[in-house]
């Protein structure tokens, strides 16, 4: 079977590369780009873990076929930091203790990414409807939720 070439935009970076036809996103970003950051937790959509940017669009990456991605900018969770600064969202799950073992770490880190560039003063109640699509099986929801509301202050402020 051909494989398809892509040209893409991930985190800024151009870049191109052959996938199979049924080759998704996330085994594309993993497998072939060593963009490891997104972690497969389900496959299937349900879990979150794979959360990217995809036109400014929050998307799992495990639905997304890597050929669909031509021509358009793909932002991972690699994205997020500056060199060694930290986002203040990364920053705050650390002081917060809203991770145990990572898999869903990063896809919440998108996921509350993309509701404070949308909406820099949510709720509680919005930040919980934002990420009620992304599932941790360690640290329960409290300490991510506090995280993301201290990181909305913080933000706000700058």
Excluded at 4 to 20: A, K, M, Q
Excluded at 29 to 45: H, I, M, N, P, V
């Amino acid at each position: 079977m051909a494989k398809h070439h892509v040209t893409t935009t991930i985190n800024g970076d151009p870049y191109e590369f052959l996938c199979e036809a049924e080759e998704t996103l996330l085994d594309v970003l993993r497998d072939g780009l060593q963009l490891t950051g997104s972690k497969e937790g389900c496959a299937s959509g349900d879990c979150g873990a794979c959360s990217v940017m995809l036109d400014g669009r929050l998307v799992c990456a495990c639905l997304v076929l890597g050929a669909e991605v031509e021509g358009r900018e793909v932002e991972t969770i690699e994205s997020m930091a500056d060199g060694e600064q930290l986002h203040p969202l990364q920053q705050k799950f650390l002081e917060h203790a809203a991770l145990q073992c990572g898999i869903c770490t990063p896809g919440f880190l998108v996921a509350a990414k993309a509701l404070l560039e949308k909406n820099p003063d949510p709720t509680e109640t919005e930040v919980r409807y934002w990420l009620a699509g992304n599932l941790c099986r360690c640290t329960g929801y409290d300490k991510i939720i506090r995280a993301v509301m201290d990181a909305a202050v913080d933000m706000r402020g700058s």
